[in-house]
Structure formats: C-alpha cells, structure tokens
C-alpha cells in the first residue's frame, strides 16, 4: 500500500522560495515514477514536475529553470525546489506516485504566493 505525505507548504511573497517534500510510506518496491501536481481554485489539476524510476525528470513550460525536483538515493522520497515563486504558482500541491496502471496521490500541501 503506497502513503505519500507532503510537508512543505506555504505562504510566500512573490520571488521567495520554498521545498516541497513527499515521503513514500508504505511501498517498499520501487516506484515506476513520482511526480507533483498543482490545483489551483476554478482549474483542472495539471503536472508540474516528474522523476522517472530511471531518474528522468520533465517540467511543466511554466515552471522550467525556476523548480528543481530531486530524490533520495532509496526513491523513497521526492523533492521540489521552488525557486522566484509567482502569484500563478498559488495552488494546492500533490504528490503523486505511479505503479503499472496505478496512481497514488497524498493528501496535497497548499502553496500560496501572495505580497
């Protein structure tokens, strides 16, 4: 049974930063990837950053150069700098772990990017 937990959140001004950490809890296989997700009020839940089992990682256009995911040597752990944050980052943030078919999600972490 996979529990991921995030811990990180926030309220930042406008080009402060902050780090967002998820813990794998329950699985003890590796994982195929982990990733973040963002939900902002009134939008859909989009992706925001992810780290393949190979230790490939992809951003979203709108977070490329200023977030920087990372991981624990055991993929147990998943990481987000989030660096020159912008009042569009303001959402709740998710971690999310893939398996086969299966998705896993935490129970989100609310950034809130406000001066």
């Known amino acids: 049974q996979v529990r991921l937990v995030e811990s990180g959140g926030g309220l930042v001004q406008p080009g402060e930063s902050l780090r967002l950490s998820c813990e794998n809890l329950?699985?003890?296989?590796?994982?195929?990837?982990m990733a973040w997700y963002r939900q902002a009020p009134g939008k859909e839940r989009e992706l925001v950053a992810e780290?393949?089992?190979?230790?490939?990682?992809t951003y979203a256009e709108a977070v490329k150069g200023r977030f920087t995911i990372s991981r624990n040597l055991a993929k147990t752990s998943l990481h987000m700098e989030m660096n020159n944050l912008k009042p569009e980052d303001t959402a709740v943030y998710y971690c999310?772990?893939?398996?086969?078919?299966?998705?896993?999600w935490g129970q989100g972490t609310q950034v809130t990017v406000s001066s």
């Open positions: 999310n772990g893939r398996y086969g078919p299966a998705m896993y």
């Open positions: 329950g699985f003890t296989y590796g994982l195929d990837a």
């Open positions: 780290m393949t089992s190979g230790g490939t990682s």
